[in-house]
C-alpha cells in the first residue's frame, strides 16, 4: 500500500513540474508542494489523514479549473484555411476541448515555453 501512495506522489510530482514548465505556474507549483508536504511523515490520526484528502481533492479541482482556463492558439489567431499545412485547428483537435488544453500545456512543457517567455 505504501508503495501505491509513494507512486501517486511521484506521479503528482512529475504532472506538476509538466504543467510548471508548460506555462500554468500555479498549478504547477501547488501540485510540487503539495506532493513535498505529503511526503512529510505525519502521526498517524484520523483527522490529519482527512486534511490530506480533503486538501489533495481540493487541489484537484483547482488544477482542472486552472487547465480548463487555458486558450488554444486557435481562440486567438485567424484560423488558416482548412487543409493549410500551418492550420492550428488541426494541432489539437480531439474533439474534447480539455483534452486538447492538456495538449496544448504538454506541447508547451516540450517546447520549454516558460523559461522562453511565450
Known sequence: MKALKYLGILLMGAFGIVILIGDKVTSGTLLIASAV???LPLKEK???WWLRAVW???LLAFVAWNISTTDLPRDNFFMPFPGTENSLSNRYATGVR???QLIHIFDGFLEGRLFKGG
Do not use: M, Q, Y
Request: charged share 15%; proline share 0%; aromatic share 8%.
Open 46 to 48: 484520523k483527522a490529519l
Open 56 to 58: 489533495v481533492c481540493v
Open 37 to 39: 508536504l505529503l511526503l
Open 98 to 100: 480539455f483534452i486538447d
